[in-house]
């Protein structure tokens, strides 16, 4: 049984910075994207960020380009999600998603933003910014 935890979250003021942690356990597996999602209260869920296997592969959603960076530790079977100058709007659940499935490597960076391209999920973890 895979397990997907995240952590990391908490409450920090505008301009702040935070790292949040994605943590992967159970068994053994070639993580082939690592991504991050969002939801606002009384928002639908929306993409954040994602990594491919070997780091070759970023995206980005556009509000967080250039102050987000996500990366991974394939050996921790982690991944970690810097947040810089954080804003009042990025105030949300962060969630992890882990995908399994092989994957075409020409499918990877149009597969990074759609929910159902992944297939283990964490619980979630608060970032609240305040102005």
């Known amino acids: 049984q895979v397990q997907v935890v995240e952590s990391g979250g908490g409450s920090v003021q505008s301009g702040g910075s935070l790292r949040i942690t994605c943590a992967v356990s159970g068994r053994t597996f070639a993580a082939y994207i690592m991504g991050w999602f969002r939801q606002a209260p009384g928002k639908e869920r929306e993409f954040v960020a994602a990594?491919?296997?070997?780091?070759?592969?970023?995206k980005y959603l556009d509000s967080v380009e250039g102050r987000f960076t996500i990366s991974r530790d394939n050996d921790k079977n982690a991944a970690y999600l810097q947040m810089n100058s954080l804003e009042p709007e990025d105030t949300a659940v962060y969630f992890c998603?882990?995908?399994?499935?092989?994957?075409?490597?020409?499918?990877?960076?149009?597969?990074?933003?759609?929910?159902?391209?992944?297939?283990?999920w964490g619980q979630g973890t608060q970032v609240t910014v305040s102005s």
């Open positions: 998603a882990v995908r399994e499935r092989v994957i075409a490597p020409t499918y990877v960076v149009a597969a990074m933003v759609l929910e159902h391209e992944y297939d283990y």
């Open positions: 990594i491919s296997w070997s780091a070759n592969h970023r």
